[in-house]
């Protein structure tokens, strides 16, 4: 009788947690490109790569509790990876003939520097470039959060630390202008592979292709999410010193979450670079970092689904507000972030929540009336603590008690499950 | 010129006849005023938003952010212009209306808004741009989407397209003529170069040093070269490396907040137009405006207008760009150049018979604005424009006293041989 109450609510969660998913889908695979023309598309298309770093901070911030002001950092890397590998396909030695040195980017030569530097060389190679997108924030993100947190620095002095670490990158790739474009950047990006980017049919298959990888990592992330590492970090976050103390290497955790925004935020940088034909070191910095943590707040940042609608609605409304009221745009700006914190401190998701919710209770409760009404669905326990099976673990990610603090599955064990009593 | 009251319904016909009539031996294009005539079928082949009474524009600059202290001077100027134009019936009989978008102060927003203005607007043309970072930014869009950018700031040159018209100076246009004058009127041998680290000051330097050291007499050399990043406050050290290298002439490009600073604690110094020559190329009278006219007293700036020239059509713009933005409001170099972009547009249009963007393109050189406050500007083949350049000694009112001009228009050269 358990078992089969424990599948139905298997059903439910699985349904509950892949409803707003197959949503959002539908909504980025087939609502947009039909309603926007191309134009528009290709802004979705730039937000979404913001959409990353969101849900980067998503896993990270609100399921790691590692608030990271800095993750245009990992952005910024990215998109200057790939922009390296394209600048030096735009920079062939015939489009570049009138420059005192052809064949090299021109802002270098502007800089009067002769030979293309060393470092840049790799970058020719479309796999390496790939490869570096992938693994040069991730492994700097590694650097930085294990330092930090293996000297046990975390919380607020770990926040400002990644915004110093945005600051130096922003100090260094403009102080370094012969190198890396300086304050304006790496432009007139062309071509990949002799795939001509700016055209209207390459804008879809970008747009597409950024909607695919997005989606991906909205599922790998609820898979985290949803194994027993998903559930550490959320007790590491509640509670950081029992979960030490239960002998656990906190450390390596939260530098597993940092790593993963960053390598997130990476593919969005690589992507934004593709779509939008540029990069520049304005991504770099500390607003544009604080930026995406208010994308991240306004979806609710325990909702990965949430994160992404956010940033659609900061981003479509900055694009809105400043093309209808272009005196008064940053005040509605202003006004919405202002207005969405006050209101709904949980953000979209906690929105979306808090008025599904009910009505998903009065439904449920319909349903299993007659069928088990004796049957509490609390009393999931597991004997075994350290093992989870998925009926405990696949307790759905957005749980929240009433003050809509997300809650560690009720089935978790007994080393983690006080943990609820603090969380509120 | 009084356009603020030419809405009485009564004078308006007549006012832009007589506006329209006045105005064409001024353009040096007689006849073309026939122009709205023609339908719009037979001047717009490209889809552009140009109606029987209504042509569109753009406008892209930073309302907001960093950098709009100083373009709002470009944003006003070519209101200006495009409200002028207007009243003396437009241009080819259509009216222009203005869509503006705001860039503020961000190179993506720029190329986000540069998109929007061609693809879903299809502007005719934008007036836009101030940095370098953001022409950067914008232009593959234009060649993309085959636009027309008129851009006002004076600028590291290097740079060429057929979707832009530069209306301010190249960086040789700005600074081998002053270097010239400080040599021959200061008898400058020693130069000291300042700027702040990016793209403009480091290519003009770099021009400048080219010139002092293989184009001036022999015996002139660089003393010393400094960046400093944008935004920079401390010059201390700066000036006690000057103090020590004792150069006859500092030569400055250093943009933004960072010239408050750095005159204020020249000053502090003891460095002043009494004892030391200075020339910059980076402040107008925008600028002075914030580092307060008492400290620039007597340092020269070489640059192509200035708000003091003395000629007729400079005296009715200073009047009409003060009748409709306040007595107090100032008109540095680049204001200049952004009044300059609607007119040579209407001009380049009128000729082209045509608004489409490679009718334009085509069109625009060798067209001619004898109306321009700079007194005359003609467009060159690479699309910058042949101007004059003029040294102005600051004032403690916060102006320019004009002390030299060019003889001739120098020619823009943005690919400058043996400079670069």
Partial sequence: MISKLLSSLKTWIDQRGLNGFIILAILLA??????????????????????????????????????????????????????????????????TKIQSTPGIPDFMDWNQITALPIWWEPFRHLPFALLAVLVVPTLLAFIISFAMFKRRVGGVYFAIITQAVALILTVLIIGQQGYTGGVNGITDLKTMLGWDTRTNSAKYILYFVTVALLLASIYGCQWIQKSKLGTLLLAMRDKEDRVRFSGYDVAMFKVFAFCLA???????????????????????????????????????????????????????????????????????????????????????????????????????????????????????????????????IGSPPLARSASGSPRVPSGAGMQVSGIQGQSA | MSHDDSNDPISINRRRIMQGLAALPVLGLPGLSFGANLPTAQVNTTKLAVTDTEVTVGQLHSATGTMAISETGSIQAEQLAIDQINAMGGVLGRKIKVIKEDGASDWPTFAEKSKKLLINDKVAAVFGCWTSASRKAVLPIFEKENGMLYYPTFYEGLEQ??????????????????????????????????????????????????????????????????????????????????????????????????????????KAAGVTSAKQFLLTISVTEDEVLGIGGENMQGFYASMKYFQSLDNPNNKKFVEAFKAKYGPKSVIGDVTQAAYLGPWLWKAAVEKAGSFDVDKIAAASPGIEFKGAPEAYVKIHENHHLWSRTRIGQAQADGQFKVVAESPELIEPNPFPKGYQ
């Fill in chain 1, 30 to 95: 087939v609502v947009f490109p039909l309603a926007m023309d191309s134009f528009r598309l290709n802004l979705v298309g730039k937000y979404l790569t913001y959409g990353f770093v969101a849900i980067g901070l998503v896993m990270a911030w609100g399921y790691g509790g590692v608030l990271s002001l800095g993750q245009g950092v990992f952005f910024g890397l990215g998109g200057y990876a790939m922009a390296m590998f394209l600048k030096l396909e735009a920079s062939d030695p015939i489009s």
């Fill in chain 2, 161 to 266: 397209s057929k979707n832009v018209i530069y209306t301010g100076q190249e960086a040789t246009q700005q600074i081998l003529w002053g270097l010239d004058w400080a040599v021959k009127e200061k008898k400058s041998k020693t130069f000291f170069l300042v700027g702040s680290d990016y793209i403009w000051p480091r290519t003009s330097m770099k021009i400048a040093r080219k010139h002092i050291e293989g184009h001036l007499p022999s015996g002139s050399k660089v003393v010393g070269e400094e960046y400093y990043p944008l935004g920079t406050t401390n010059f201390n050290s700066l000036i006690n490396k000057i103090k020590v290298a004792k150069p006859d002439c500092i030569f400055i490009a250093v943009v933004g907040g960072s010239n408050v600073s750095f005159y204020k604690q020249l």
């Fill in chain 1, 262 to 392: 960053a390598f997130l935020s990476a593919i969005g940088g690589a992507l934004f670079t593709l779509q939008v034909g540029f990069m520049s070191a304005s991504f770099v910095g500390i607003v544009p970092s604080i930026e995406m943590v208010i994308f991240a707040a306004v979806g609710g940042r325990m909702s990965l689904v949430g994160a992404v609608y956010g940033t659609l609605l900061v981003n479509f409304g900055k694009t809105y507000f400043s093309e209808s009221f272009p005196d008064l745009w940053l005040f509605l700006m202003a006004a919405l972030f202002i207005g969405v914190v006050m209101a709904f401190p949980d953000g979209l998701a906690g929105l979306w929540e808090s008025h599904i919710k009910g009505w998903l209770a009065r439904g449920r409760a319909a349903l299993r009336k007659p069928k088990n009404p004796d049957a509490p669905p609390s009393q999931i326990v597991q004997p075994d603590a350290d093992v989870m099976t998925m009926q405990e």
